[in-house]
């Protein structure tokens, strides 16, 4: 069922995940006793221990920092140039937004069974909405790399 590629990781019915779910746990049980080690490594040892490349820790610190270090970098500024009353209204504007978008995203893929934001895009507008999702993303992630390449020029020039 699974190809090589980003086919690997298209699923399109619950059928699909179980099977994804029972091969992911058959890979892990190949995989020696790994996890074993971990379950028996104290608190202290899992969580200040060195940072390996490529682990699921170094992972989440990596996508944390670049999610929320510019936003949290930026913020001051912000709030500097706006006054306290105007940046706290509208960051809890934004705040409210965010969630309010992300709910009704979570309760129409539950309702119709949608498991990705290509397929609720394709139901909720049809092929075009979806391929103008995949042409927002992209478009996001090149604005970004520039973004952070003209920041980068910046600060070392």
């Not at 610190?61 to 270090?69: D, K, V």
């Not at 510019?70 to 409210?96: D, E, H, R, Y």
Request: net charge neutral; proline share 1%; glycine share 10%.
């Amino acid at each position: 069922m699974f190809a090589g590629g980003t086919e690997g990781f298209d699923v399109n019915s619950k059928a699909d995940i179980a099977e994804l779910i029972a091969q992911t746990v058959e890979d892990e049980g190949n995989e020696g006793n790994e996890e074993e080690d971990q379950r028996r490594k104290s608190v202290m040892q899992r969580y200040f221990s060195k940072v390996e490349k490529g682990s699921i820790r170094s992972s989440i610190l990596g996508m944390t920092t670049a999610a929320i270090g510019s936003g949290c970098l930026t913020m001051p500024n912000i709030f500097k140039q706006i006054g306290w009353v105007n940046g706290i209204v509208l960051l809890c504007m934004g705040a409210f937004g965010c969630w309010w978008s992300l709910y009704m995203l979570i309760q129409r893929s539950r309702h119709h069974n949608l498991f990705n934001y290509s397929q609720v895009a394709n139901k909720a507008g049809g092929p075009v909405l979806e391929k103008v999702l995949q042409v927002s993303i992209l478009t996001y992630m090149y604005a970004t790399c520039l973004a952070c390449t003209i920041v980068i020029t910046q600060i070392f020039v």
